[in-house]
């Protein structure tokens, strides 16, 4: 069964995840969803977790269904690379972005976030501004080793590329209006300084991610710049805006719910469990998309070859079927099945990275400052690509107000 939508009613970051969760479990009682654009939307989490791992029906490149004529501003990134590209480039950043590498980043991590939370305000602080995009914005140019000089142009130049709202794909003119704001916006000026950067380190080999993945070798071979340089966007997308994504949802939902806070101070072997707790109730990322490669079917539904798929993960982890009692924030929960990560082949490359700083993050937080709450309405992101708190009003109380913010 379907039913046609007009785009209005697809819920955006600016609705919260509430109304978002409510949307989605009106949608999903009958499977998948055509809207207006044609777009086919999935939301169970066997659904999710099928379109996600079958790359070679439901492909990640845009191109598929891009005018031949409009530039391809993806083109060689491993985030929408299918085999057997996707394989190699995805090889030669592993070997820069080990789970070891990650781990032995852990007191840096907790040595930034107490010298932000050190020089915050008393109190009260917005922690978006003071600490959840502080936080990640200074590990990933460290990672990368970005001069010092040149972090805060880098990190503007990294919001300015997130706030991009991507255009319908199945509207030429407004694809083809949004390749050339992008030939001639952040974007280039950010590829620009990392193909710099690239030279640089080929020639003076320092620290950081951008020396190892111009190192980094598979069978002789080695990236090319461009190469380094599109996959360092991708990391420093994954690995800044969308970890302050995350921080800032735990800060709310531990808030919002204080017995959970408390047991975490009490308890730190709790942290990575909860953590994965706020990973699965708030993804930075509420849904992808993909693109047909031949006629298929989801639960029945038949799908044409060069459609666009939506799958939200959002929903997927929220399934009554996969997980109990999914409206409650359970930072015991386990096994704990979510797909904020995504799944298959395309699996966050720096999912490490991003428990490693929410995890240093949280200790810091539980050795700074006393139980918190959140004075007011939290306001969210309104973009395409990410789905986080814009501003969180955070108050040191021992007063706990308790609220229900899961539908």
Known sequence: MTSSLSTEDIPSARLGPGEQLAWLRRKRESGVYVDASGAHHVFSHADVERVTKDPATFSSNPARVLPDDVPNMTEGMMLVADPPQHGKL???????????????????????AAGLLERAPSGGFDAVEHFTVELPATMIAELFGIPAADAGAFRALVEQIMAIEPPDLTDEAAVRAAAGSALGGPFLELMGYLLQLCARRRAEPGPGLISDLVRAQLDG?????????????????????????VLGHALVLLAEHPD????????????????????????????????????????????????????????????????????????????NRHLTFGHGIHFCLGAMLARVEITGALNALFDHLPMWTVDGVVEYQESHLLFGPKRVPLVVSTTQPIGEILP
């Not at 090889?91 to 930034?112: C, H, N």
């Not at 599109?230 to 805006?241: D, E, K, R």
């Open 90 to 112: 995805r090889r030669l950043a592993a070997q820069a972005f080990t789970p070891r590498k990650m781990r032995d980043l852990g007191p840096r991590v907790a040595e930034i």
């Open 221 to 245: 071979e080695r990236l090319a710049d461009p190469e380094v340089a599109s996959l360092a966007v991708q990391i420093l997308q994954a690995g800044h805006l969308t970890t302050a994504a």
């Open 260 to 335: 959970a806070q408390a047991e975490l101070r009490a308890d730190r072997s709790l942290i990575p469990g909860a953590v994965e707790e706020v990973l699965r109730c708030r993804p930075p990322s509420t849904r992808l998309q993909r693109y047909t490669t031949v006629d298929t079917e989801i639960g029945g539904h038949p799908i044409p070859a060069g459609a666009i798929v939506v799958p939200w993960m959002l929903s997927a982890n929220y399934d009554e079927a996969v997980f109990a009692d999914p409206r409650v924030f359970d930072i015991r929960r386990s096994p």
